[in-house]
Nanobody
Framework: QVQLVESGGGLVQPGGSLRLSCAAS????????MGWYRQAPGKQRELVAV???????NYADFAEGRFTISRDNAKNAVYLQMNSLKPEDTAVYYC?????????????????WGQGTQVTVSS
């Protein structure tokens, strides 16, 4: 079983900062990529940022220059530093991990999701 445990959400004033954390635990052999998505009420889930095992990053346009994704390989963790937060950043933020798992004698790339953490930007 694989678990993604997120933390770091909360209420912050416009212009403030938050740091989200996500740690993967359980039975897997490797991490292909980890990233963050978000879903605001009434909207579809959207990509925020993703970090590949090779170190390449991909940010949504709204995240460029304000958000930074990073990782700690020893902890199987990914972080999202969010600065200059705006009310429109209010959403549930989900951690996503593309992991290499072995079932029997075969290996698979499997997508996992965290439970989500609420980020509210309001004065």
């Amino acid at each position: 079983q694989v678990q993604l445990v997120e933390s770091g959400g909360g209420l912050v004033q416009p212009g403030g900062s938050l740091r989200l954390s996500c740690a993967a635990s359980g039975s897997f052999l490797g991490i292909n990529a980890m990233g963050w998505y978000r879903q605001a009420p009434g909207k579809q889930r959207e990509l925020v940022a993703v970090l590949s095992s090779g170190g390449s990053t991909n940010y949504a346009d709204f995240a460029e220059g304000r958000f930074t994704i990073s990782r700690d390989n020893a902890k199987n963790a990914v972080y999202l530093q969010m600065n200059s937060l705006k009310p429109e950043d209010t959403a549930v933020y989900y951690c996503n991990a593309d992991l290499f798992v072995v079932v029997g004698i075969a290996g698979y790339d499997v997508d996992y999701w965290g439970q989500g953490t609420q980020v509210t930007v309001s004065s």
